[in-house]
């Protein structure tokens, strides 16, 4: 969002941030890799048109294009300068787990994939799944279920959802 960094800046100094989350809800990114999966989620959600729907996507991805690196990676470097924990969210791939690892992620948060939350366990970081996944037994939006990644060993923290 281009009000990322702004927002951010309302918390320094605050001793009470004690954990910071990465994300990109933009379409086409991590969760929303599939644009049509995307579509069905929150197109319906916002109740929008088809073309408004399309303008709202190209807005969000133009942000995306023009602020989520530099905002990840100025977030990273604060928190790991006043020791606030970081958590990367809804990692889908292992290229999003490698550079988790190298921003000093410590908490994969809501991996997408199996693949992802083995990746991020495998890189010691503590693996985050909602406690309503376990509970319905999938994921509200169809990415891995919290009961696969237990069974697997891949899950170590659970969450009241949708906020850590």
Do not use: W
């Amino acid at each position: 969002a281009p009000d990322c960094l702004t927002a951010f800046a309302n918390f320094d100094g605050d001793e009470r941030v004690r954990l910071a989350s990465l994300m990109d809800h933009a379409p086409g990114q991590r969760q929303f890799v599939n644009l049509e999966t995307y579509a069905y989620y929150y197109q319906r959600k916002l109740k929008l048109t088809d073309r408004d729907f399309q303008k709202f996507c190209e807005k969000r991805m133009a942000e995306s294009a023009r602020n989520s690196s530099p905002n990840r990676s100025f977030i990273a470097a604060a928190c790991q300068e006043r020791g606030i924990v970081l958590a990367s969210h809804d990692d889908a791939t292992v290229g999003h787990v490698d550079e988790a690892i190298e921003q000093g992620v410590r908490v994969a948060e809501f991996p997408t994939t199996e693949e992802a939350a083995r990746a991020s366990k495998e890189a010691g970081l503590g693996v985050l799944m909602g406690a309503p996944n376990v509970m319905r037994g999938a994921s509200h939006s169809g990415n891995v279920s919290a009961r696969t990644l237990a069974g697997n060993g891949l899950l170590d923290i659970l969450s009241s959802d949708y906020i850590p």
